[in-house]
């Protein structure tokens, strides 16, 4: 099956500093990626979706000057979090897709913004 | 916009019993994908099986099986003989037709297998 990759698996950072997590699909090419967030017990939340080559789309309510995504290739996407606070810490995880519909999940990454 | 809804926050199993966990969906699209995922305590998510809206048969999956009402919008997952290993979140989700269309997921149900 495809498999997606997330890097790195936990941060801790400093309110105020950014982190970058890493979405990477390993076998396969992912023309869309998509960021979720997930707080503890509940669902996942879809931020954004990113297609190769051009700006991601965020969902309504999701700043994009803050959770900033790249997309330069068609195995990598990006999360920033800029300016990082404490109301910042979830879980966030990727999905790729490919040339049919399905999604494939990455493992997901736990922020910790102190 | 479409909507997903689990009205089953939690539920519990004995260990080899079944277990029915609902949902139910709502959309005006006439293409389109539903799924259930599994998130243990790991948190990856697991795609457990999914279902072709145009497709009246009931997609199975070894011991996972559905029950697709399209007139109802009703989408709900059977678990035969249950595992310990099955005791986790399950997310039911609907994607639109087409390439690279986004999921909507429901708020989940946690469930328990017990011995």
């Known amino acids: 099956g495809a498999v997606v990759s997330q890097h790195p698996s936990r941060v801790i950072c400093k309110s105020g500093t950014s982190v970058k997590i890493e979405c990477r699909s390993l076998d396969f090419q992912a023309t869309t990626m998509f960021w979720y967030r997930q707080f503890p017990k509940q669902s996942l939340m879809l931020m954004a979706t990113?297609?190769?080559?051009?700006?991601?789309?965020?969902e309504q309510g999701v700043e994009k000057d803050k959770f900033l995504i790249n997309h330069a290739s068609l195995t990598l996407s990006t999360l920033t979090v800029t300016s990082a606070h404490p109301e910042d810490s979830s879980f966030y995880i990727c999905s790729a897709s490919g040339q049919l519909y399905e999604q494939y999940f990455g493992p997901g990454t736990r922020l910790t913004v102190t | 916009a479409q909507t997903v809804t689990q009205s089953q926050p939690e539920m519990s199993v004995q260990e080899a019993e079944t277990v029915t966990l609902s949902c139910t969906y709502d959309?005006?699209?006439?293409?389109?994908?539903l799924f259930w995922y599994k998130q243990p305590p790991s948190r990856q998510m697991i795609l457990v099986i999914r279902?072709?809206?145009?497709?009246?048969q009931n997609a199975t999956e070894n011991r996972f099986s559905v029950n697709f009402q399209k007139a109802a919008k009703s989408f709900s997952l059977k678990i035969s003989d249950s595992q310990l290993g099955d005791t986790a979140m399950y997310f039911c989700?609907?994607?639109?037709?087409?390439?690279?269309?986004?999921?909507?997921f429901g708020t989940g149900t946690r469930l328990q297998v017990t011995l």
């Open positions: 959309t005006s699209e006439s293409n389109y994908y």
């Open positions: 279902q072709e809206a145009y497709k009246q």
């Open positions: 990113s297609n190769e080559g051009s700006k991601a789309t965020y």
């Open positions: 989700a609907f994607m639109k037709g087409g390439t690279a269309s986004k999921l909507t």
